[in-house]
Structures are given as structure tokens and as C-alpha cells.
């Protein structure tokens, strides 16, 4: 039914009209033993969720609501680099559409500076081991405006605005999940080092001022890149170089 060019990703493919959320059912999956590869995929969610709990929008057949149980063996500390691995697969998967996206750290997929797209990334771990990551990725695919949401922090959009055109969705899946399985591949063999370039490439505001806020405190700096890790790296208050692991970002417009 869905096509797949894959090897092993998507060869269990849990597919839900309508679901809470993809991550909550990943994560049920997964604690039952769900194999590395596992899809989660529905129609409609109506407990879509973004990171710290936020709500996301994810009306029905209009987006892609898809999450992905992996178990790399990786060390813990290494797992946000793979959100921005995905970051990468999905600019690459539009790029390669004729669309010119934009990343914004960590999360954020950005047409014309809208958000098109986010990915929240779940870990499950014990001490060194990871058992299993969940990264859940929701994009706005065939919405007109009046079925985005609009309390939202950053204006949303859809390929569909974006382009004045309907997109298969079914085919856009296909083609993130090759996309995602052949830089997976080079993630693991090679490390961060190619997907660093590239998600610098695709990277919004850097050497630009941002505005930082973590959970403690807002400030400005200067965007600098990203490190190894995956890490923002900026300025601090002070004006010295800091790694960030856990934040929002944003800029004057
Ligand atoms: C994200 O969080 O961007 C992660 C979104 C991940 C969604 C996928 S869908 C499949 C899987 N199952 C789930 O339940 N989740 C994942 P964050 O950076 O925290 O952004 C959340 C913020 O984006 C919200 O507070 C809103 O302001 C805004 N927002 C909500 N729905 C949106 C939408 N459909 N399009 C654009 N922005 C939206």
C-alpha cells in the first residue's frame, strides 16, 4: 500500500485513521519491542504534540503526522544531533521538490520564514544505552490558511500556500523515508561530520543576532553555528562562546 523504496525502514508500518498522537502510540510500540525501523503513521491527531508539551495542529489528510522508532547505539548524550539529521532529510526531500527551506535551530522547517514543519525527538535511555528514540515529524502539507492553526508562535504555513499546489502525501512519505534511511546510513558509518555541513547549508540567521530563551532566561547573541554534538553555539551574555542544548530561538523581523 504505501510504496516504499526502503530497505528497513517502514517494514512494520502502524498505520491509524485517527490516534492521540503518533509519539504516544511509538512509545507504547516500542516499550512492546517494536523492531528498530517502526512507523507510526496516522491521518489525523488529536493530542499532536511539540516539545515542552506545546500542542500540534494535525488536521485531517491535510499533513504528514508520522513518527519513527529507531535504536541506534549511540550514547545518549549524541541523540539531538538526530533531530537535526531529520532537520537535514527534510530540507533535502523539499529542496529536492524545487522548494528553498530553511532550518531553524533545533526543530523548525521554514518556507519564506514560516513554519512548514517541526520534529520532536523522544528518548527513552538507561544509564549509557539507549533503548529506543521515538522522532515524531509533522508537516503541513495540502492546508489552505483557514485550516492552519494561528496561535501559534511563528506564522504557520504549507507546501500547499507555499506552492498553489496539491502534493501526494503518500509520495512525500516515501520520499522522507528513503531520504532519512540513506542519511541514517551516513550518520552511522561517518558520524555528524557530512549532516553538520549540510544542515549548515540549510541553517537560518547564522552569524546573525538571534534572541535566546532556555527555561531559565531570554538574551541576544550571535548565532555562530552549531557544534559537534549538535549544540547551538552562541554568544552568551558576556559576549563568550556557549553551547546551548535546550532552547528557543528567534530574531527581529
Ligand atoms: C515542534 O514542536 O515543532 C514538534 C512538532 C512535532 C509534531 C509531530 S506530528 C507526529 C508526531 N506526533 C506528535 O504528537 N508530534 C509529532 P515545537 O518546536 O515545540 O513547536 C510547537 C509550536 O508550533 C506550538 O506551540 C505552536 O506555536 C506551533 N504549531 C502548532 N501546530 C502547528 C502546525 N501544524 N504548523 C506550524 N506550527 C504549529
Redesign the pocket.
Known amino acids: 500500500k504505501w510504496g516504499l523504496d526502503t530497505e528497513w525502514l517502514g517494514n512494520t508500518i502502524i498505520h491509524k485513521e485517527q490516534t492521540t ?4 502510540i511509538a512509545h507504547q510500540a516500542a516499550q512492546n519491542g517494536a523492531a528498530h525501523g517502526t512507523i507510526i503513521v496516522a491521518d489525523e ?1 488529536t ?6 508539551q ?5 488536521a485531517k489528510n491535510l ?1 504528514i ?3 519513527i522508532i529507531i535504536r541506534p547505539s549511540i550514547l545518549p548524550y549524541l541523540a539531538p544531533q538526530l533531530t537535526l539529521m531529520t532537520a537535514t532529510v527534510l530540507a533535502d526531500v523539499l529542496h529536492n521538490k524545487g522548494i528553498e527551506p530553511k532550518i531553524k535551530w533545533p ?2 522547517i521554514l518556507i519564506n520564514q514560516s ?2 514543519a ?3 525527538t523522544e528518548m527513552q535511555a538507561e544509564q549509557d544505552q539507549i533503548q529506543y528514540i521515538v522522532i ?3 508537516m ?1 502539507v495540502n492546508h489552505k490558511q483557514h485550516d ?2 494561528e ?4 506564522k ?1 504555513t504549507s507546501l500547499t500556500i507555499e506552492t498553489n499546489k496539491s502534493w501526494d502525501i503518500n509520495k512525500l512519505i516515501q520520499d522522507i523515508l528513503k531520504q532519512f534511511e540513506d542519511t541514517y546510513a551516513d550518520y552511522i558509518d561517518n558520524g555528524f561530520i557530512d549532516i553538520k555541513k549540510n544542515w549548515e547549508n540549510y541553517g537560518f540567521r547564522i552569524g546573525k543576532p538571534i534572541y535566546i530563551s532556555t527555561l531559565k532566561e531570554k538574551w541576544a547573541g550571535k548565532f555562530l553555528g552549531i557544534a559537534e554534538d549538535g549544540a547551538l553555539l552562541t554568544t552568551d551574555k558576556n559576549g563568550d562562546t556557549c553551547k546551548i542544548y535546550s532552547a ?1 530561538i528567534d530574531w527581529l523581523v
Not at 21 to 24: L, N, P
Not at 151 to 154: A, G, H, M
Open positions: 498522537s503518533t509519539q504516544h491527531q493530542q499532536g504534540k511539540g516539545r515542552l506545546r500542542p500540534w495542529h494535525s499533513g503526522w508520522l513518527s526543530n523548525d513554519k512548514v517541526g520534529i520532536l515524531g515529524i509533522g503541513n492552519l492553526p496561535d501559534v508562535n511563528r504557520a528557543d
